[in-house]
């Protein structure tokens, strides 16, 4: 399963406007806001994790197939990166 990292953070954006939200009303203390930012931001980081270990395990498992073919591709676009420079 791939991983939503865009779709995670954009939750986790959620999640805080409506705590600030709450907080404005007085309806929790800031040691309540305090708290959940510290959970918020566990989950954002459990999420960017499994973000981070799909994509290099899908690396790996590119390279040990065709990593020629990984090679190929960094090479032009190194070449047409200095071409751009350059020019």
Request: proline content about 2%.
């Amino acid at each position: 399963m791939i991983p939503d990292l865009l779709a995670d953070t954009k939750d986790y954006w959620r999640k805080l406007d409506d705590l600030e939200a709450a907080y404005q009303k007085g309806e929790v203390s800031i040691e309540e806001v305090d708290a959940k930012v510290k959970l918020l931001m566990t989950e954002l980081g459990r999420s960017r994790k499994q973000a981070l270990t799909y994509f290099v395990s899908s690396f790996r498992a590119k390279w040990s197939q065709q990593p020629e073919i990984i090679v190929g591709v960094a090479v032009l676009g190194i070449i047409t990166y200095a071409w751009a420079v350059v020019s």
